[in-house]
Nanobody
Framework: QVQLVESGGGLVHPGGSLRLSCVVSGVKMDYYAIAWFRQAPGKEREGVSCISRSNDWRHLLDSAKGRFTISRDNAKNTVYLQMNSLEPEDTAVYYC?????????????????WGQGTQVTVSS
């Protein structure tokens, strides 16, 4: 059974940084793409960033460019999302997801496995 457990969320001031972690268990993470999605109150889920099996990554969200970095440590079965220059608009629950495929997808419905989420709140 695949499990994804996120951590690292919290309250941060505008301009601050957070690093989210996602520990994957139940499978060997090396073979699969892992992505981060987020959902703000009253809004649909949206993709943030994704990293493929071959360590290729891309942002699924334009506003993530230049501010967020996704990385993976297969030895630790962990994926990270470093978020800098955070803005109030980044406030959301952030989810770690996998489609059990080697490549990334931009579409939430194509991901079958979701973590429980971690809350990120950006506020002064």
């Amino acid at each position: 059974q695949v499990q994804l457990v996120e951590s690292g969320g919290g309250l941060v001031h505008p301009g601050g940084s957070l690093r989210l972690s996602c520990v994957v268990s139940g499978v060997k993470m090396d073979y699969y793409a892992i992505a981060w999605f987020r959902q703000a109150p009253g809004k649909e889920r949206e993709g943030v960033s994704c990293i493929s099996r071959s360590n290729d990554w891309r942002h699924l969200l334009d506003s993530a460019k230049g501010r967020f970095t996704i990385s993976r440590d297969n030895a630790k079965n962990t994926v990270y999302l470093q978020m800098n220059s955070l803005e109030p608009e980044d406030t959301a629950v952030y989810y770690c997801v996998t489609n059990m495929d080697p490549g990334c997808s931009s579409w939430a419905h194509e991901y079958d496995f979701w973590g429980q989420g971690t809350q990120v709140t950006v506020s002064s």
